[in-house]
């Protein structure tokens, strides 16, 4: 029985991917080292993202059956394409455990007056548990529900404010010349490499005719709205953007409508969540797919207990790790890590790509 996925199911996952990290916490960060003109340097990091992702699209269309381990194999050995698939469990444990710390915080400024960790993190912990055991088109079929709810939270949290929108507040572009843009776009690094899912798509999907295109549709839609966003959050709170630390959560609930309204904002925190859980319950499935690829396909249990012994023991010191987790993402040092692990990945896939002969698709089978 084939394990692969449809093209909307992948499409779906590489939009969720997109949009679920870059709304919270990233707006007043691009903010902080790109003034008002963050919009542009979000930007920027989203068309980069987009031609890495045209680009390795290219070559899944060329070898639709072969997956990433199949070439890094060819071309690095056993030994250095395990080690790559660990490096990569790594990164997407990195994206993971940033993407808890922000949707704590979201939650305890919105829903709840006050979240203390341990209860937002041991039932979260249950629900990645399961994600982990699911196969991916288990997960797909799910983000095919979680999707439109995203969609609907996105529709409304833009509608709310939309009164209190001014994009000539934006202009002119490049007022303080592009490196102020630039600036923002490399200390925001970590919100970028979307393309990375890809690499755990490759051989998982079922490709037509279309399939290059339409893909890339999906990702281009959602960057199209990540940028939209933050043009009306930048509009909105213009300079004072860089205070605002729960920028999908203070967007709607700062607009100037008459009280009568309510907390229509809870549809979008709802249904906002249920997005970001799917996109880290993706996440800690990829993990687990990478430690299967270096301990062997049949060692999912296993991979799965350092999962979660790894995220449990990260947990205890979590409020003292993640206080100072934003401080972390911009540092230099962390943001030469990021940048030059990104290249240097792509590079060598590119080198891998270009070696390739075929694959057998084994890892696809037993992984997933």
């Avoid at 549709?217 to 959602?222: G, K, S």
Wanted: contains cysteine; charged residues 10%.
């Amino acid at each position: 029985m084939t394990t692969n996925i449809t093209t909307r199911q992948a499409g779906i996952l590489i939009a969720i991917a997109i949009l679920s990290m870059k709304l919270i916490t990233f707006p007043s960060l691009y903010a902080k080292f790109s003034g008002i003109e963050g919009w542009l340097a979000i930007a920027i990091n989203t068309a980069i993202d987009l031609v890495f992702i045209f680009l390795i699209l290219r070559f899944m269309k060329k070898r639709p059956n072969q997956t990433f381990n199949d070439v890094i194999t060819e071309t690095f050995g056993s030994i250095g394409a395990k080690i790559l698939s660990a490096t990569l469990a790594i990164f997407f444990t990195l994206k993971l455990l940033f993407m808890m710390s922000e949707h704590q915080n979201y939650l305890g400024e919105t829903l709840f007056t006050y979240l203390s960790w341990p209860f937002y993190f041991v039932p979260l912990m249950g629900l990645l548990i399961y994600f982990m055991t699911r196969k991916l088109r288990g997960i797909a079929r799910c983000s095919q529900i979680v999707y439109p709810l995203v969609i609907v939270a996105l529709i409304v949290t833009f509608a709310i404010p939309m009164q209190d929108m001014d994009f000539s507040s934006l202009l002119p572009f490049f007022d303080s010349g592009i490196g102020n843009s630039l600036n923002g776009a490399t200390f925001c690094i970590f919100s970028a490499g979307d393309f990375f899912i890809l690499f755990m798509l490759m051989g998982r999907v079922q490709f037509e005719g279309n399939t290059t295109r339409k893909l890339f549709n999906y990702a281009l839609f959602a960057s199209i709205i990540v940028v939209l966003f933050y043009m009306a959050f930048f509009s909105v709170f213009r300079m004072g953007v860089v205070n605002q630390t729960d920028a999908i959560g203070d967007l709607p609930f700062f607009a100037s409508l008459p009280s009568t309204i309510g907390r229509i904002d809870w549809i979008t925190i709802s249904l906002w969540t249920i997005g970001i859980v799917t996109q880290m319950g993706l996440l800690s499935n990829f993990i687990v797919q990478c430690l299967m690829f270096v301990f062997g396909s049949k060692k999912k249990a296993l991979s799965i207990t350092i999962v979660v012994s790894a995220l449990a023991i990260e947990g205890i010191f979590m409020h003292t790790i993640m206080s100072q987790a934003v401080k972390v993402i911009v540092s230099p040092v962390f943001v030469t890590i990021i940048i030059s692990y990104q290249a240097i990945m792509f590079l060598m896939f590119i080198v891998a790509a270009a070696r390739s002969k075929g694959g057998s698709n084994e890892f696809s089978k037993g992984a997933t």
